[in-house]
Nanobody, 124 residues
Framework: QVQLVESGGGLVQAGGSLRLSCAGS????????MGWFRQAPGKEREFVAA????????SYSNSVKGRFTISRNNNRNTLYLQMNSLKPEDTAVYYC?????????????????WGQGTQVTVSS
């Protein structure tokens, strides 16, 4: 059974930091692009960041560029999202995702595997 399991979410004050992790199991994702999306209450799921199979190509949404850093460790089959300078508008459930292709994408429909999500709440 293929699984992506997120961890590291929680409650943090504005200006603080959190590091999300996503552990893959059931198959290796070392040849696959991976990414992070988020969904706030009453809003659609939105793209946050994505990384290609090697980590050589990365993309961020404009809303997180300069504050968030996506990375991966293929030896550990794990994806990360370092979130700094957090704002209340970053509050959402954050989802880890992977696609069968090696190149990254910014559209949720182009991803094939999803985690269950981890809640991030930023207080003002």
């Amino acid at each position: 059974q293929v699984q992506l399991v997120e961890s590291g979410g929680g409650l943090v004050q504005a200006g603080g930091s959190l590091r999300l992790s996503c552990a893959g199991s059931g198959r290796t994702f070392s040849s696959n692009a991976m990414g992070w999306f988020r969904q706030a209450p009453g809003k659609e799921r939105e793209f946050v960041a994505a990384i290609n199979w090697s980590g050589g190509t990365i993309s961020y949404s404009n809303s997180v560029k300069g504050r968030f850093t996506i990375s991966r460790n293929n030896n550990r089959n794990t994806l990360y999202l370092q979130m700094n300078s957090l704002k209340p508008e970053d509050t959402a459930v954050y989802y880890c995702t992977a696609r069968l292709a090696s190149n990254l994408a910014a559209v949720a429909g182009e991803y094939d595997y999803w985690g269950q999500g981890t809640q991030v709440t930023v207080s003002s």
